[in-house]
């Protein structure tokens, strides 16, 4: 497609449920990057991908998030046992070579 | 740590007015600056980079290192500018992630 694909753009579970939440970046963008956004907030940085490995994932916040990106182009958001404060946008976007970042239209996820 | 501070979350200009978003921020290397905006049910897309030195959309925006500030500024406020605007900033060194700020509401009223 011709920008960033985010896919489900909201979910609605209860707590301590399984999430995961998919992203398509452009095409040919080896970097990937998850970020979080909370009412009133900028985006909170989460984690980068430079091809399929995790280059940083420093902004994670706990063990309960994790993402992969297995053959270098679409990536998951995975989320276990959420919480009423994983309630947020989660925005998903890939840079090339000019490392401008294109953004998604995001996933809203409510967690009950 | 670095961090980017943007200090107004709504700043109110009527058409015409000149507009001035703050941003701050705290690194003690040499940072790459940005501003991206949001529109109202669009995504976040980039405005403008230090390092281009170029306008767009009437707005500019000028590193000082200084008082570590990247200043939005746009002469002649438009209607179409009302949006949300958060200024970022990338280190130099080891990853490239981007830092944003707490972002700024312009609105712009006739």
């Known amino acids: 497609g011709a920008g960033v694909s985010q896919t489900p753009s909201n979910k609605v579970t209860e707590k301590g449920k399984y999430v995961e939440l998919r992203c398509d970046p452009i095409s040919g963008h080896t970097a990937l990057y998850w970020y979080r956004q909370s009412l009133g907030q900028g985006p909170e940085f989460l984690i980068y991908?430079?091809?399929?490995?995790?280059?940083?994932d420093s902004g994670l916040p706990n063990d309960r998030f994790f993402a992969v990106r297995p053959e270098g182009s679409v990536s998951t958001l995975k989320i276990q046992r959420t919480e009423r404060g994983d309630s947020a946008v989660y925005l998903c976007a890939s840079s090339g070579d000019f490392g401008e970042l294109f953004f998604g239209e995001g996933s809203r996820l409510t967690v009950l | 740590a670095q961090r980017v501070t943007q200090p107004e979350k709504l700043l109110s200009v009527f058409k015409g007015a000149p507009v001035e978003l703050k941003c701050n921020y705290s690194y003690s290397g040499s940072p790459e600056l940005f501003w991206y905006v949001q529109y109202s049910r669009q995504r976040l897309q980039l405005l403008l980079r230090?390092?281009s030195r170029e306008s767009i959309k009437g707005f500019t925006a000028d590193l000082n290192k200084g008082e570590t500030s990247f200043h939005l500024k746009k002469p002649f406020a438009q209607e179409e500018d009302s949006a949300m605007y958060y200024c970022?900033?990338?280190?130099?060194?080891?990853?490239?992630?981007?830092?944003f700020g707490t972002g700024t509401r312009l609105l712009v009223s006739p």
């Open positions: 991908f430079q091809g399929t490995g995790a280059a940083d």
């Open positions: 970022a900033l990338r280190t130099n060194t080891g990853f490239q992630k981007l830092v």
């Open positions: 230090h390092i």
